[in-house]
Each structure stands twice: as structure tokens, then as C-alpha cells.
């Protein structure tokens, strides 16, 4: 079982940057492939980004490319999101997510891949 916490929501102006923070329990996070989702008012949740168990391998979704990075420290058993360059459309609640396989064997995008989910964290970007 893993249980995982969302911080660093919060309301930022367009062209700014947040850090969100998923502190994740349980001692096998490093075997955890991670991602953050996404969801907005009356819209679908829609993939963000994706990393692999050590980290070397990380995946993006289209709108965020460039912008967004995705990191995690297996020693803190967290998962990070660095955001910038914000756009109102970013305006989600963001959530972070576990699948209990590696991201190789996976379809890191399709969340219906993922075993475990947090509770999320409003970022809202004003114009």
C-alpha cells in the first residue's frame, strides 16, 4: 500500500512557476514508477509527466513539454513537478500517481496504469 501526499498548490500569475511536492509512503518508492495528472473544471484527466523507478527516464505529456520537469529523491520518497512558464490553461488540480511496475512496461500516460493516487493540489494560474 502507498499513500501519497500532494503539496506547493497555490495560485500564481501567468508566465510564474510552482514546485509541486508528492511525498510518497512506504519503503519501496523507488520501485515506483511515478506521475502527475491533471484535471480542470469539466474536463477530462489528462496526463502531465511520468518518470521511471531511478529517475533516468522521464515522459511528457504535449502541452507541458518544455515547461514542466519532473524529478524524485528515492532517499525522501519524494516526487517533484518544477512548473514554469505558466499559462491559465495549466489551471488543474494536480495529482500524483503510482504504478507498481516499471515504465518500460507500461503506458505511462494512460492512467488507468496506475495503482495508486493522492488527493490532489489546486494550482491556478491567473492572466
Known amino acids: 500500500q502507498v499513500q501519497l501526499v500532494e503539496s506547493g498548490g497555490g495560485l500564481v500569475q501567468a508566465g510564474g512557476s510552482l514546485r509541486l511536492s508528492c511525498a510518497a509512503s512506504g519503503r519501496t518508492f523507488s520501485r515506483y514508477t511515478m506521475g502527475w495528472f491533471r484535471q480542470a473544471p469539466g474536463k477530462e484527466r489528462e496526463f502531465v509527466s511520468a518518470?521511471?523507478?531511478?529517475?533516468?527516464?522521464?515522459y511528457y505529456g504535449d502541452s507541458v513539454k518544455g515547461r514542466f520537469t519532473i524529478s524524485r529523491d528515492n532517499a525522501k520518497n519524494t516526487v517533484y513537478l518544477q512548473m514554469s512558464s505558466l499559462k491559465p490553461e495549466d489551471t488543474a488540480v494536480y495529482y500524483c500517481?503510482?504504478?507498481?511496475?516499471?515504465?518500460?512496461?507500461?503506458?505511462?500516460?494512460?492512467?488507468?496504469?496506475?495503482?495508486?493516487w493522492g488527493q490532489g493540489t489546486q494550482v491556478t494560474v491567473s492572466s
Open positions: 500517481a503510482a504504478a507498481g511496475r516499471p515504465m518500460v512496461t507500461m503506458t505511462p500516460g494512460e492512467a488507468t496504469q496506475y495503482n495508486y
Open positions: 518518470i521511471s523507478w531511478g529517475g533516468v527516464s522521464t
